[in-house]
Nanobody, 125 residues
């Protein structure tokens, strides 16, 4: 059974940082593209960042609104993906989800195979 478990969310002030983790089990992690999405209250879920399964290739993509502030990474040996979030702003308040997609990279949430339950990030002004 595949499980993705996010952690690291919380309540922070504007300008602070958080590091989200996504621990995966039950899948060949080193062959899965890992993505982060978020859903703010009253809004649709949106793409945040994605990283290719090959750490050697290291291909990453980001939504325009997080470029330069967020960094996605992964440790295949630990079956874990990360999202380092710096300079957080109130508009970053959302539930953050990690997701896994087999092999080929994509930004579309519909193309991801597995999802975590999400972790709440709240940024106060």
């Amino acid at each position: 059974q595949v499980q993705l478990v996010e952690s690291g969310g919380g309540l922070v002030q504007a300008g602070d940082s958080l590091r989200l983790s996504c621990a995966a089990s039950g899948l060949a992690f080193s062959r899965y593209v890992m993505g982060w999405f978020r859903q703010a209250p009253g809004k649709e879920r949106e793409f945040v960042a994605v990283i290719h399964w090959s750490t050697a290739r290291g291909t990453t993509y980001y939504a325009d609104f997080v470029k330069g502030r967020f960094t996605i990474s992964r440790e295949n040996a630990k079956n874990t993906a990360f999202l380092q979030m710096n300079s957080l702003q109130p508009e970053d308040t959302a539930v953050y989800y990690c997701a896994a997609r087999y092999f080929s990279i994509s930004y579309s949430e519909k193309s991801f195979d597995y999802w975590g339950q999400g972790t709440q990030v709240t940024v106060s002004s």
